[in-house]
């Protein structure tokens, strides 16, 4: 099967848990970074053989994972940030790009490390090809990174019992997006003003055991996605609609409404929320502006098969 058979993906990434209140630091050599061909053999549904293998065409550039520790030096996050680019401006021309990462890296110097990543990457793919990214519950999903990405889905587990099904589901959905010859997806981004405890944010427990047992049915909305999950109906590959480097970026389309949160889910965190100690202005984070307007540059993310979340204790 010839390249013009199926599309050309990319994988890259560099993932860690940051704590900034850790004496220690995190340096290049913990995220043993994988580069080339093993990158792609570190994922056991790319495996040679396996449908979303033989789906696409696959380039590792540079992936890498650390144990959760301190901030990155910014020596070392330029090392890698360096090399990863440089990997990926040498491969063939793009369709799409999985973006593997934690969500919660912290580098020295640098406010938003995975969207600053995702800039460097976007110079050295160019804006086109679609960004499918993977994340953990709890990842730092900034207006930079949204705006920057087209499909995302994270961890529906905390535990994170389904952390390789995650991934999974992240590539999966960017290889149906790639063959149903759909526009560049329609997204929003929208920060909620619900801050929980992290004892309450256990997908075992209430409120976030129902919130994310609806997760399946938000996305199952036909032409609708959640921005973590989503669906989509696969068709064959399109080359002549699929996006290139010079090609501009095709018009997104509109999403019929997604239903909201059920009354009793709604009403357990709106519970929850009082409940909870309120921050401080010293030390309540900024989340900026809120936002007015969808961002019409990408994200409708396919389905996959579903998983409840909720488990007894």
Not at 155 to 180: C, F, I, K, Q, W
Not at 186 to 215: D, N
Request: charged share 20%.
């Amino acid at each position: 099967m010839t390249s013009a058979d199926r599309p050309v993906i990319a994988i890259a990434g560099l993932s860690t848990e940051s704590s900034t209140f850790s004496p220690g630091h995190t340096s290049a050599e913990a995220f043993h970074a994988l580069r080339g061909d093993d990158v792609v053999a570190f994922y056991p549904f790319l495996q040679p053989g396996l449908p979303l293998r033989d789906a696409a065409e696959w380039h590792g550039a540079l992936m890498g994972k650390a144990l959760p520790g301190g901030a990155v030096p910014a020596a070392d996050y330029e090392a890698l940030a360096t090399e990863l680019t440089e990997r990926l401006a040498a491969l063939p021309t793009l369709d799409a790009l999985y973006f593997d990462i934690h969500g919660a890296m912290s580098v020295e110097g640098l406010d938003d490390a995975e969207a600053d990543l995702l800039t460097r990457i976007r110079a050295a793919i160019g804006p086109t090809p679609i960004v499918s990214a993977s994340m953990d519950l709890h990842g730092n999903v900034s207006r930079e990174l949204a705006h920057q990405t087209d499909l995302v889905t994270c961890y529906r587990m905390a535990p994170h019992e389904d952390a390789g099904e995650t991934r999974e589901r992240a590539v999966r959905n960017l290889v149906e997006h790639l063959r149903s010859g759909a526009p560049r997806p329609l997204k929003a981004w929208v920060p909620i003003p619900v801050l929980l405890p992290g004892e309450k944010t256990s997908t075992r427990l209430e409120p976030a055991a129902s919130v994310y047992a609806r997760v399946h049915e938000v996305e199952a909305v036909e032409g609708c996605s959640t921005p973590r999950s989503g669906s989509a109906t696969p068709g064959p590959t399109n080359r002549a609609t699929a996006p290139s480097r010079s090609s501009p970026a095709p018009t997104p389309t509109r999403c019929r409404p997604v239903r909201s949160v059920s009354p009793a889910a709604s009403g357990r965190l709106a519970r929850a929320s009082r409940s909870s100690p309120r921050p401080t202005a010293s030390t309540a984070p900024s989340i900026g502006r809120w936002p007015r307007r969808l961002d019409r540059s990408s994200s409708a993310i396919p389905a996959t098969t579903p998983r409840p979340v909720a488990r007894a204790t």
